[in-house]
């Protein structure tokens, strides 16, 4: 039986930043994954990498085709999605080497194979049974499937089967108006596919302020995305070819399409851990029950990323992952205090951080709100693309900045510098008062 002070399960972002972290710290630590292949988890293999790498080459359409009115010379003939599949998976393999290069590096050792708890201080992973000091539970989520779209890969897809196209849909409707359903309805648009969305909530991005909201549905109904609100799927009919959906929205709608995809959000991934053998605890959603330094009912169990009820992003898991180890390490009880941005790769980009309006009028919070629009910015005037806005919330008092949101061009980038405005409690002065290089979207902030 092997003996280890900390074993890690799933190496995704949460886990595998975890791992690192501890045996560089001296610690003697096991990372346990399924198979070499999970290495990077759903980040790396069907989420963050995946998705930004097909956005890019929608990036790069749009961009052709506007600049193409404009004096270049280009002939657009479409897409090869089967050359982009291909490109997507050696990006991916090279990404998984470069991180088992890393683990390898700092001492990790690797096992494949499925984790379950026998009790709180072993482990069984095929036939093996492993002792541990402490552990992080990494395992991430999966998708959420609706009863009534069952997901059979071909005519009713998962955001992992769009990776595994080998030819574009002429049409597509897809289940959800969060991220992962505004980045696809970006990248399918692009390329001339006839897309549907169909949204139970009144907005796309539900948690977001209606303002960016309503500049993103804007955005998409000018690009011809049919956008059904208050809408849900009623029936479903999969023949051969095509998809027959009824819609239950304002008007009952009846669609046909070629594909249907169901981004109706994620749930935690726990299953056949076994954490009940462990008294590990989990919430009605299935979340693992952790307190603010990230241990579970058990002090020395943590769990980390998706698999907890915090924002479901990779940067959040690696900074859970980073605080968790940490926390072993020392034995302290570090907690997060870092704001997280919320990023939405779609066209025009959404990203935004810290209190919100919407937040800040549900807890009955004054707040001043400042907006500065694109239209007068230069670069977002070259880039062709100057529809967007910042929106910054200020304490009324003193004016530090508590929040900020941004759809436009670059928003995921600009988006750090307000995070670290608003960690470091700046002022809308002193932030204003920096200088920008111009022309750049982010100098939009003297504006405010
Ligand atoms: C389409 C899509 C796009 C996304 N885009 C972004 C983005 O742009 N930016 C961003 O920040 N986030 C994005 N995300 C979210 C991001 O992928 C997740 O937040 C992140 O992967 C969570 O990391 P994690 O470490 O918690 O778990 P995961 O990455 O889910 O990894 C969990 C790992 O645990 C392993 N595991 C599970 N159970 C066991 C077990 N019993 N034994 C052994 N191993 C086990 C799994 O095999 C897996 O490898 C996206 C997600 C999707 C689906």
Known sequence: MKQFQT???????????????????????????????????????????????????????????????????????????????????????????????????????????????????????????????????????????????????????????????????????????????CEFATFFSAFGVEVTMVVRGTQLLSSEDEDLSKALLRAFKKRSINILLSASVSEVQVEVERVKLAINAQNEERIECDLVLCATGRIPYTDGLKLENAGIKQSDKGFIEVNSAFQTTQGHIYAVGDCIDTFGYAHTAYTEGRIASHNIITGEAVTNTHITPSTVFSDPQVATCGLSEKEAKRLGLAIDVKKAYFKA?????????????????????DE?????SIVGAEAVEIIHLLSAAIERKVTLKELAGMIYAHPTISEIIRNL
């Open 400 to 404: 530090i900045v508590l929040g900020a």
């Open 377 to 397: 910015n230069a670069k977002a005037k070259i880039l062709g693309d100057d529809a967007g806005f910042m929106k910054i919330i200020l304490s009324p008092q």
């Open 7 to 181: 074993v890690v399960i799933g190496a995704g972002p949460g886990g595998y930043e975890a791992a690192l972290e501890l045996a560089r710290a001296g610690v003697k630590t096991l990372l346990i994954d399924k198979s070499k292949e999970h290495i990077g988890g759903v980040c790396l293999n069907e989420g963050c990498v995946s998705t930004k790498n097909y956005l890019q080459y929608a990036e790069f359409a749009a961009k052709a085709s506007y600049f193409g009115s404009r004096g270049v010379e280009l002939e657009m003939k479409g897409l090869d999605i089967k050359a982009l599949a291909m490109h997507t998976i050696s990006l991916k393999d090279e990404l998984r080497t470069g991180v088992a290069w890393l683990l390898e590096q700092a001492g990790v050792e690797m096992l494949y194979g499925s984790a379950s708890f026998i009790d709180d201080h072993y482990l069984s992973v095929s036939d093996e049974t492993i002792e541990f000091d402490h552990c992080i539970i990494a395992t991430g989520s999966k998708a959420q499937e609706l009863s009534i779209l069952p997901i059979d890969g071909k005519h009713i897809i998962s955001s992992r089967e769009v990776f595994e196209l080998q030819a574009l849909p002429r049409s597509i409707v897809i289940v959800g108006g969060g991220l992962i359903g």
